[in-house]
């Protein structure tokens, strides 16, 4: 056996192609590399090529802000209507100078008629205020008498007000 490292390689065998084959292939080959370069050429119309870089552009920002217009105004004049205030009416009722001092019954319940008029202030009934009851606005802090002819005030009492005892 022979060692391959020490002994020269074979000669190469002569190319049995003739040259003129040989010419035909390196001609066809480099008409085929012109060909492409042509097509590709043309293919990008004389354009120069585009830079992928991004460039900064100014942003513009528009902020419009609408008020609206005032509406008209209405103004109604009304004239105040005087509220009707309670009409203080003083009655004293005389007593008769000669008073037999018997007192028989024939009477009608005259105890309670004799004081009615007493009241300063009177409901809008006509009626006498009594103690408890409660009080108009326009009576707040007044003094007036029941029907027995005991004082009574309107004062805050109880979450209102309302005629207490003076």
């Known amino acids: 056996m022979t060692n391959a490292y020490t002994t020269p390689p074979a000669p190469r065998p002569v190319d049995t192609r003739p040259l003129r084959k040989r010419k035909r292939v390196w001609l ?25 870089e991004a460039k900064p552009a100014p942003t513009v920002t528009a902020t419009v802000t609408t008020t609206p217009e005032p ?31 018997s007192d028989t019954g024939s009477d009608t319940g005259s105890g309670s008629q004799d004081t009615t008029g007493t009241c300063s202030i009177v409901s809008n009934a006509g009626n006498c205020y009594s103690a408890g009851q409660f ?3 326009s009576d707040h802090g007044a003094v007036t008498t029941n029907e027995g002819g005991t004082r009574i005030k309107c004062a805050y009492s109880s979450n209102a007000w309302r005629w207490t005892y003076a």
């Open 71 to 101: 509406a008209p105004t209405v103004t109604e004049t009304i004239k105040a209507k005087a509220k009707p205030r309670p009409t203080v009416t003083v009655t004293k009722t005389a007593r008769p100078a000669a008073d037999t001092g």
């Open 135 to 137: 009080c108009r606005n």
């Open 28 to 52: 066809g080959g480099s008409g085929l590399l012109l060909t492409g370069a042509l097509i590709v050429g043309a293919g990008n119309g004389d354009q120069q090529p585009v830079a992928a």
